[in-house]
């Protein structure tokens, strides 16, 4: 088509969750079944409108300072971007070169990371997953490429990996970056946040979209040697000086100090993640063990199975590509929620 480049008429971009306007039970999209912190709110009812007149602070610095705080760092050590896509879309021509070994990433994991390849014209290595669908690093071990990117836990299996053994990779590969997309950790506790001055070459995103349920203010940040995040500061200056606005920046310095809150609604996730992994499996479903805050769910005739549940008012993901097509990945929604989830889908089954 005329104007239009090659690049533009030939990727095929990332499809994301349904975000449909009917009311659903929504299991789809891994948002948090919890409201945000009140903190938050009054955050947002205190907040003077008429700064936004004026741009934010290209450096983000009174965020930077909090997550610093929150995650035991100094502010040169953090990052900020509108979404954790965002910062991982930022590493790739922070960190990887045209002609240079490309990434390596699991075979099965969060596929925007082949889209940011393709776009930024990177290669990538896919290795197969391990038995138990975690995330093969003996085989990363072994493959020729400038660093790796390791959804930890990893998307859309919900397995994590320890955070011994992730450090003992990151030990093993001191002259390859290891980007460790943590945007679940939270609900797993193994992070390698604390470990970025031990480790130049360990870059760990996360993001504020999912355990402080703020997925609609799209606010993300990386944690790493002042070099690493550096570099992503003189891509993003590139692109957008100014990419974490004002009211955003206000929204995730309130969410970070209500640390009693954030505590509660995550452990009652994975709480109710637990029993909700108990009754599939009583209902003889296949279902790897999660550290995140979403099951993936083995089941005959998926793709059927997740058409009728729409019909019914439940809605899950599913993906009608080779492996996936055999699953459907679930939320962790309330527990009642959850249940009218269990009534539906045993009614199929």
């Given at each position: 088509?005329?104007?239009i480049?090659?690049?533009?008429?030939?990727?095929?971009?990332?499809?994301?969750?349904?975000?449909?306007r009917?009311?659903?039970?929504?299991?789809?999209?891994?948002?948090?079944?919890?409201?945000?912190?009140?903190?938050?709110?009054?955050?947002?009812?205190?907040?003077?409108?008429?700064?936004?007149?004026?741009?934010?602070?290209?450096?983000?610095?009174?965020?930077?300072?909090?997550?610093?705080?929150?995650?035991?760092?100094?502010?040169?050590?953090?990052?900020?971007?509108?979404?954790?896509d965002?910062?991982?879309?930022?590493?790739?021509?922070?960190?990887?070169?045209?002609?240079?070994?490309?990434?390596?990433?699991?075979?099965?994991?969060?596929?925007?990371?082949?889209?940011?390849?393709?776009?930024?014209?990177?290669?990538?290595?896919?290795?197969?997953?391990?038995?138990?669908?975690?995330?093969?690093?003996?085989?990363?071990?072994?493959?020729?490429?400038?660093?790796?990117?390791i959804?930890?836990?990893?998307?859309?299996?919900?397995?994590?990996?320890?955070?011994?053994?992730?450090?003992?990779?990151?030990?093993?590969?001191?002259?390859r970056?290891?980007?460790?997309?943590?945007?679940?950790?939270?609900?797993?506790?193994?992070?390698?946040?604390?470990?970025?001055?031990?480790f130049?070459?360990?870059?760990?995103?996360?993001?504020?979209?999912?355990?402080?349920?703020?997925?609609?203010?799209?606010?993300?940040?990386?944690?790493?040697?002042?070099?690493?995040?550096?570099?992503?500061?003189?891509?993003?200056?590139?692109?957008?000086s100014?990419?974490?606005?004002?009211?955003?920046?206000?929204?995730?310095?309130?969410?970070?100090?209500?640390?009693?809150?954030?505590?509660?609604?995550?452990?009652?996730?994975?709480?109710?993640?637990?029993?909700?992994?108990?009754?599939?499996?009583?209902?003889?479903?296949?279902?790897?063990?999660s550290?995140?805050?979403?099951?993936?769910?083995?089941?005959?005739?998926?793709?059927?199975?997740?058409?009728?549940?729409?019909?019914?008012?439940?809605?899950?993901?599913?993906?009608?590509?080779?492996?996936?097509?055999?699953?459907?990945?679930?939320?962790?929604?309330?527990?009642e929620?959850?249940?009218?989830?269990?009534?539906?889908?045993?009614?199929?089954?």
């Amino acid at each position: 088509m005329q104007f239009i480049s090659k690049l533009a008429s030939g990727i095929e971009p990332y499809t994301a969750g349904e975000q449909p306007r009917e009311r659903f039970v929504k299991l789809n999209t891994n948002e948090n079944a919890y409201p945000p912190s009140p903190l938050v709110k009054r955050a947002i009812e205190s907040f003077d409108a008429d700064t936004l007149k004026l741009y934010p602070r290209p450096d983000s610095a009174p965020l930077r300072a909090e997550i610093a705080r929150a995650e035991g760092v100094l502010p040169e050590n953090v990052f900020v971007g509108n979404g954790s896509d965002e910062v991982l879309a930022l590493s790739f021509p922070a960190f990887f070169d045209r002609d240079g070994k490309g990434v390596c990433i699991g075979k099965y994991t969060y596929s925007f990371y082949e889209v940011f390849a393709k776009l930024f014209d990177v290669s990538v290595n896919k290795i197969a997953l391990n038995e138990d669908l975690s995330i093969n690093l003996a085989g990363m071990y072994g493959d020729d490429c400038a660093g790796y990117l390791i959804a930890n836990p990893n998307a859309p299996t919900g397995v994590g990996i320890g955070q011994t053994k992730m450090l003992e990779f990151v030990k093993s590969v001191p002259d390859r970056l290891v980007i460790a997309d943590e945007a679940y950790m939270d609900f797993f506790g193994e992070s390698l946040a604390p470990y970025v001055n031990r480790f130049k070459n360990l870059l760990v995103v996360k993001t504020f979209s999912k355990s402080y349920s703020l997925a609609g203010i799209r606010c993300g940040y990386a944690i790493g040697d002042p070099a690493l995040i550096s570099a992503l500061t003189r891509i993003k200056d590139c692109f957008n000086s100014y990419p974490v606005d004002s009211l955003c920046s206000a929204v995730c310095i309130a969410a970070l100090r209500d640390r009693e809150y954030h505590r509660k609604t995550v452990e009652a996730i994975v709480e109710e993640r637990e029993r909700l992994c108990a009754e599939l499996k009583k209902s003889g479903l296949f279902v790897p063990e999660s550290s995140a805050n979403f099951l993936f769910v083995k089941i005959k005739n998926a793709g059927e199975v997740y058409r009728k549940l729409k019909a019914r008012g439940v809605l899950v993901r599913y993906w009608d590509k080779t492996f996936l097509s055999d699953f459907l990945r679930i939320t962790v929604g309330l527990r009642e929620e959850n249940d009218v989830l269990l009534r539906e889908l045993n009614k199929l089954l």
